[in-house]
């Protein structure tokens, strides 16, 4: 076998072929906004959570989430959602006072999920994504 065989040809030109495809469409994709916002249940910041921006049906793009702390989260236009409407999923945990036996056998704080379904699982919040920067409150309750 030569080096310059039909093979050997057709096999350099097939991966120089993917090498140049790999490349290819990562300047396109779904156009992403920067959001930042605050977020409050029954009038106090929350202090440890994560916010996530679900794209509806019809919107491209791809769930992305933030932490929240402090009541506050940011995330920037290369992290952001899709442009276009995309549920929101906030959940958050704190210490409930009381403390609990973990897998080893030592007493740790017990933590306890309190956002409502309404807000995570079973979210009715839904917000616009505009290609500007976009701020957002979301004052959550328990009722």
Do not use: H, W
């Not at 310059?4 to 072929?17: E, H, K, M």
């Not at 921006?53 to 236009?77: T, W």
């Not at 290369?78 to 007493?107: C, F, H, L, W």
């Amino acid at each position: 076998m030569t080096l310059f065989s039909p093979r050997v040809v057709l096999s350099l030109v097939f991966c120089v072929s993917l090498v140049g495809l790999a490349g290819c469409g990562s300047d396109r994709g779904p156009q992403r906004a920067s959001v930042e916002g605050t977020v409050t249940f029954n009038g106090d910041p929350v202090q440890t959570g994560s916010i996530q921006f679900v794209p509806v049906e019809g919107v491209v793009g791809k769930p992305v989430s933030a932490p929240i702390s402090n009541g506050e989260f940011s995330l920037s236009s290369g992290e952001g959602p899709a442009v276009g409407m995309n549920k929101v999923v906030i959940n958050a945990t704190r210490k409930t006072g009381k403390q609990k036996k973990n897998i080893m056998g030592e007493m740790e704080d017990e933590i306890e999920d309190f956002i409502p379904a309404r807000y995570n699982a079973q979210t009715e919040l839904q917000v616009e994504i505009s290609s500007d920067g976009n701020t957002e409150t979301f004052e959550l309750t328990a009722q």
